[in-house]
Structure formats: structure tokens, C-alpha cells
């Protein structure tokens, strides 16, 4: 999306559709470039990323080191556990020192939510949000929408059924904002302790029981247990959860039959979501959503990249 004056990419709350569409359509071109196993190496020639990852991560981190090197960049994965962080370093010094390193691009997960915000009026490389808090994953939510987009041809109109630990989750957030923007109906669906009261204002439409909730949805989104953010009490044991929110064959039968079977990841099989559907080439797009997270995370550092050329001349 070359023409774009974003500098940071923090939230999708507030992006309007254009700009999403326009990060599709490159992330689009991006899937196929990365089936041809073709790279773009000069794009970033001489850039410098850093991933800084305060929490713990596989798809995305790697994702992005995967993308930056595609398009050429020097990318850097910071080892926050060996890092001077465990000697008392703030998040701040620890950014204003890669800073101080010249780094193009930041890419920041981190347990607080508004942490990347926070840095990125202290930095001067693009900062992009790779998970912060239970505020948003906006990197996520657009590969889950390009996964739709491709399977079913368009987002206006579809309804996305969110399951499970929607008061716990960023993944559900962006993924509102971003849904909602492209038109499609929404819908959260898990036990009143696990939907925060004022969701229903962010234009969704609440369900408490699976069967009422997936009713001809389009696609069903299964959400991780959240459990290192939450207090006691707020669920049952798993065996207990499985069996009212667990996305299972039985539970899905509400579904359309053609209705696409998510999961962020990582995922915890037997507790939101049952092997059978998971691993169902028929329903399941989840090692898609993982395939679709290169290439969005290629489009995000390409138009980051572009914008940040822009603000330094
Ligand atoms: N979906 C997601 O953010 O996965 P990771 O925690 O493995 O990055």
C-alpha cells in the first residue's frame, strides 16, 4: 500500500477500510510470491528489524522473522530472558537503547496493553504491535480476515462466530474492529464470566449458549483458555469447559456446512476445540492462518518500511 502515511501499526481499532483493504490486497500478492518460493530481498536491504518479545510466542515472532528476511532485512530476535531486562532495565531504556542502535522497524509484544503505544512515541523506528495485553493483535486479525477472504471471497456480509475467552483475548478485539470495518456481522459467544459486559458496545452481538451462537455462522473462531490472565474461579475445570464451549463436531453441526474452523493458536486440544474438527482438512483453516501470517506480516513491514522512508526525507 505504497502512498500510505501510517507510521506505526498499534491498533486496528480505528483504521479505516481502505487501509485494511489495501493491506489484504498486498498480503494477497505476498501469499503467492511466498508459494512461488520467490523472495524481494532489495525491499529492506540495509533495514534493521528487532523482534522484542516480552511474552512468549511462536507463529508470530517467527512469522515476522521469516517476513523481514523475505523482503532483506537484518533481522535481530532480542532474547528478553538473557537480556539486561532481568538486571532492572525499563522497557523504555531497553527501547531507547535498540533505538540508539538505529533499528527501522520494532515489533513489540509485551504483557501491559498500550506497551507498544507507549514506545512509539519514544522511538524512532515504526513500532508495530505484536500482542500487548488483552488490547489487540492487530497483525493477527488482518491474516485471519486475508484467511477468509480467500476461502470464501469476501468479508461484507459473513457472519464470524468468536468462541470462548473473549475477556482475556486481543485476538478477539482486533479481530471486531476489523471485522466489523469490512462489514461483517459479528459474534461473541462463551460463559457470561468470560465476556466482559460492555463487548456488546463494540457493535457485536452476544451469545451465552454455542448452539444459538453458531447458527449459520460463516466461520467459527475457537479462542485459547487465557488462563495466565485470569483470576481463579472464572471457569470450570477444562473437562467441564470442553463440554459447554468446546468446539466440537456436535457443536459445529449449528454451523453452515461449509462454515471455516479457526484457531489463533497456540492451541489446547480438548479444551476449546476437539482434535477432529481442528485437524479436518474439510473445515479447518488453521495451518492457513498460520501460512497467511507471513505474508500479511510481508505486507505490514513493506508498507511500514515505505511510510517510514516518507517521514525521514
Ligand atoms: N496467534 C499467536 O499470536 O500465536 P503465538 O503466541 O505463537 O505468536
Redesign the pocket.
Known amino acids: 500500500m505504497s502512498g500510505s502515511a501510517r507510521r506505526h501499526l498499534l491498533a486496528i481499532e480505528g483504521m479505516q477500510p481502505p487501509e485494511i483493504l489495501s493491506l489484504l490486497d498486498l498480503a494477497e500478492n505476498y501469499a503467492l510470491l511466498n508459494r512461488s518460493g520467490k523472495t524481494q530481498r532489495d525491499l529492506l536491504r540495509g533495514r534493521t528489524l528487532i523482534n522484542l518479545f516480552f511474552e512468549?510466542?511462536?507463529?508470530?515472532?517467527t512469522s515476522f522473522e521469516l517476513a523481514g528476511k523475505r523482503l532483506g532485512a537484518d533481522v535481530i530476535n532480542m532474547a528478553v530472558a538473557t537480556s539486561s531486562v532481568n538486571k532492572g532495565e525499563t522497557l523504555l531504556d531497553t527501547a531507547a537503547t535498540l533505538n540508539a542502535m538505529h533499528c527501522d522497524l520494532l515489533v513489540v509484544r509485551h504483557g501491559q496493553s498500550g506497551a507498544p503505544s507507549l514506545l512509539a512515541r519514544k522511538v524512532d523506528a515504526a513500532v508495530i504491535n505484536?500482542?500487548d495485553g488483552t488490547h489487540e493483535?492487530p497483525t493477527?486479525a488482518l491474516l485471519d480476515a486475508l484467511t477468509i477472504r480467500r476461502r470464501k471471497g469476501r468479508i461484507a456480509g459473513l457472519t464470524v462466530a468468536i468462541c470462548g475467552d473473549i475477556a482475556h483475548s486481543r485476538?478477539a478485539r482486533s479481530n471486531i474492529h476489523l471485522l466489523g470495518a469490512l462489514g461483517a456481522r459479528v459474534r461473541v459467544i462463551g460463559p457470561p464470566t468470560l465476556i466482559p459486559a460492555e463487548i456488546g458496545r463494540l457493535g457485536v452481538e452476544v451469545f451465552h449458549d454455542m448452539a444459538a451462537g453458531l447458527a449459520g455462522a460463516d466461520a467459527v473462531m475457537a479462542l485459547r483458555l487465557q488462563t495466565e490472565r485470569m483470576v481463579r474461579g472464572l471457569v470450570p475445570s477444562a473437562r467441564e469447559y470442553f463440554r459447554f464451549w468446546g468446539l466440537d463436531a456436535d457443536k459445529l453441526a449449528a454451523a453452515r456446512p461449509d462454515a471455516l474452523v479457526m484457531h489463533?493458536?497456540?492451541m489446547n486440544r480438548g479444551v476449546e476445540i476437539d482434535s477432529a474438527i481442528a485437524d479436518d482438512p474439510a473445515r479447518s483453516v488453521i495451518k492457513e492462518q498460520v501460512e497467511m501470517g507471513v505474508a500479511v506480516r510481508m505486507a505490514v513491514l513493506d508498507t511500514l518500511a515505505w511510510s517510514a522512508r516518507r517521514h525521514a526525507a
Request: hydrophobic fraction near 15%.
Open positions: 512468549d510466542s511462536t507463529r508470530t515472532r505484536a500482542g493483535h493477527q485476538v489463533p493458536g497456540p
